[in-house]
């Protein structure tokens, strides 16, 4: 045997000396290296009791057929091996059987459709497959954080369109009330712009865009010849009989979105990875290419499940029934916000509300880990709550370029993918925020 040889890293009783590698020039963008938001307010790190209404993931599993579908079809052997690139020809037919309609066209399951490794992956790949370096992609903020990184991986170049927040909340104050200046969106436009990414409903602020407000940027997206990409995730979860409005349907438009979709959004299984975008076949077609080399495929077993999902949802009236669920965790919630004079703007679509918490004031020597230092007031009024009340919920600054910040530091976001009681307790506890209001 060797005397010099290496166990475990050791050499001879003395630590090896971990050879150091130099990071790629990417990993220093797109805030790739800095701590994430979801990495702060993480159980790990909050008191052991704390309520999450942080991070936006159910705490209830997928429906019962669905979970079925998933056991079945682990029990084939197809489904335990690759499938298509494209995605398992199931699910491109269900997919097709429940969008066509929506998209007033009959969906094209080889050229038109594509599944991909959740709607995040997707969205990586158009990417992979559009941006040239130094290409602009429009954002509206506040953003899907994942966005950002996923564009500079690609050498794009983000440019940012603030969503304005109503100045004043009254009781009747909608998430309709954040609205773009469409001058600021103009401007924004250069000879640089390749894309401008919509999302509605949007997270965080549940915003629904009007059919006014997509057609203007659907105008700027024709007069410009700019990809449009539409995130349409929470599809499935609009409230009070607000209208999904999907900007590919407007006259033009077809040819130049690409609208994402996820399982995971409308089934309640986030951690299945499964997702799916429909568009022009110029824009699918080198999608696939790209997510082929990206990942391969996506996993076989819950795209057969997902399908069983979208083929079953209207006969058993799903939708329809998750939307009521969802709208009385949103009115729950609402109603602890309403006692306790939280000031906010009820959301018409996906499952998140911002709450203005610039009444919250911190005692001066309040103690405050290092990872908090140096961010958004919302950071801190963030950890604070959390400490104090036992509920978390996401700072919106983190939503915003540096720039812009201030617009969202003023928020926090919550999170009502939750159950009833879950629902009800964190409200409870809310109601001691009343004490750290600052004296008027
Ligand atoms: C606006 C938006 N887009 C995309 C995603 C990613 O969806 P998926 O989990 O299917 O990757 C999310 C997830 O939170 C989201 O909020």
């Given at each position: 045997?060797?005397?010099?040889?290496?166990?475990?890293?050791?050499?001879?009783?003395?630590?090896?000396?971990?050879?150091?590698?130099?990071?790629?020039?990417?990993?220093?963008?797109?805030?790739?290296?800095?701590?994430?938001?979801?990495?702060i307010f993480?159980?790990?790190?909050?008191?052991?009791?704390?309520?999450?209404?942080?991070?936006?993931?159910?705490?209830?599993?997928?429906?019962?057929?669905?979970?079925?579908?998933?056991?079945?079809?682990?029990?084939?052997?197809?489904?335990?091996?690759?499938?298509?690139?494209?995605?398992?020809?199931?699910?491109?037919?269900?997919?097709?059987?429940?969008?066509?309609?929506?998209?007033?066209?009959?969906?094209?399951?080889?050229?038109?459709?594509?599944?991909?490794?959740?709607?995040?992956?997707?969205?990586?790949?158009?990417?992979?497959?559009?941006?040239?370096?130094?290409?602009?992609?429009?954002?509206?903020?506040?953003?899907?954080?994942?966005?950002?990184?996923?564009?500079?991986?690609?050498?794009?170049?983000?440019?940012?369109?603030?969503?304005?927040?109503?100045?004043?909340?009254?009781?009747?104050?909608?998430?309709?009330?954040?609205?773009?200046?469409?001058?600021?969106?103009?401007?924004?436009?250069?000879?640089?712009?390749?894309?401008?990414?919509?999302?509605?409903?949007?997270?965080?602020?549940?915003?629904?865009?009007?059919?006014?407000?997509?057609?203007?940027?659907?105008?700027?997206?024709?007069?410009?010849?700019?990809?449009?990409?539409?995130?349409?995730?929470?599809?499935?979860?609009?409230?009070?009989?607000?209208?999904?409005?999907?900007?590919?349907?407007?006259?033009?438009?077809?040819?130049?979105?690409?609208?994402?979709?996820?399982?995971?959004?409308?089934?309640?299984?986030?951690?299945?990875?499964?997702?799916?975008?429909?568009?022009?076949?110029?824009?699918?077609?080198?999608?696939?290419?790209?997510?082929?080399?990206?990942?391969?495929?996506?996993?076989?077993?819950?795209?057969?499940?997902?399908?069983?999902?979208?083929?079953?949802?209207?006969?058993?009236?799903?939708?329809?029934?998750?939307?009521?669920?969802?709208?009385?965790?949103?009115?729950?919630?609402?109603?602890?916000?309403?006692?306790?004079?939280?000031?906010?703007?009820?959301?018409?679509?996906?499952?998140?509300?911002?709450?203005?918490?610039?009444?919250?004031?911190?005692?001066?020597?309040?103690?405050f880990p290092?990872?908090i230092?140096?961010?958004?007031?919302?950071f801190y009024v963030g950890w604070f709550l959390a400490q104090?009340?036992?509920?978390?919920?996401?700072?919106?600054?983190?939503?915003?370029?540096?720039?812009?910040?201030?617009?969202?530091?003023?928020?926090?976001?919550?999170?009502?993918?939750?159950?009833?009681?879950?629902?009800?307790?964190?409200?409870?506890?809310?109601?001691?925020?009343?004490?750290?209001?600052?004296?008027?």
């Amino acid at each position: 045997m060797s005397t010099n040889a290496s166990t475990n890293g050791v050499t001879n009783g003395a630590p090896q000396k971990a050879p150091q590698f130099a990071l790629s020039s990417r990993m220093s963008t797109g805030r790739a290296m800095s701590l994430d938001v979801w990495s702060i307010f993480n159980a790990a790190n909050l008191p052991a009791d704390c309520i999450n209404l942080g991070q936006g993931y159910m705490n209830f599993a997928p429906p019962q057929w669905v979970k079925d579908a998933a056991d079945a079809s682990l029990n084939t052997v197809s489904a335990n091996h690759y499938s298509h690139p494209k995605g398992r020809i199931r699910l491109r037919e269900a997919i097709r059987d429940h969008y066509s309609k929506d998209f007033n066209r009959t969906l094209d399951v080889e050229n038109e459709i594509l599944v991909s490794s959740g709607a995040n992956e997707g969205q990586y790949a158009v990417w992979v497959a559009f941006c040239e370096p130094g290409d602009e992609i429009i954002l509206f903020e506040p953003y899907f954080d994942q966005y950002l990184p996923s564009i500079t991986f690609n050498h794009g170049v983000p440019v940012y369109v603030p969503l304005h927040p109503p100045t004043n909340f009254s009781d009747k104050t909608t998430s309709d009330a954040w609205k773009i200046d469409f001058d600021e969106l103009r401007r924004a436009i250069t000879p640089k712009t390749k894309m401008i990414v919509v999302n509605t409903p949007h997270n965080p602020v549940g915003k629904v865009f009007t059919e006014q407000e997509l057609q203007k940027i659907a105008d700027l997206a024709i007069e410009h010849n700019l990809i449009v990409m539409s995130d349409e995730v929470y599809d499935c979860l609009l409230f009070d009989q607000k209208p999904h409005v999907r900007i590919a349907n407007l006259p033009g438009m077809w040819e130049r979105t690409i609208t994402v979709g996820s399982a995971g959004k409308s089934f309640a299984c986030t951690g299945w990875r499964v997702g799916w975008l429909i568009g022009p076949q110029s824009l699918v077609g080198p999608t696939l290419a790209a997510q082929t080399r990206i990942v391969f495929c996506t996993n076989s077993p819950l795209q057969e499940a997902a399908a069983a999902g979208l083929e079953e949802a209207e006969q058993r009236g799903f939708f329809k029934k998750q939307v009521e669920e969802y709208q009385e965790r949103r009115d729950v919630l609402l109603r602890y916000f309403d006692e306790v004079g939280l000031k906010y703007s009820t959301p018409e679509g996906s499952y998140f509300v911002l709450a203005d918490v610039s009444d919250v004031q911190i005692p001066e020597d309040y103690p405050f880990p290092d990872m908090i230092k140096g961010r958004g007031r919302d950071f801190y009024v963030g950890w604070f709550l959390a400490q104090e009340l036992g509920v978390s919920t996401i700072p919106v600054s983190e939503f915003y370029c540096d720039e812009h910040m201030k617009i969202g530091e003023r928020f926090l976001r919550f999170a009502f993918c939750k159950d009833l009681d879950t629902l009800h307790k964190a409200g409870e506890r809310l109601r001691g925020i009343t004490k750290f209001y600052k004296k008027k």
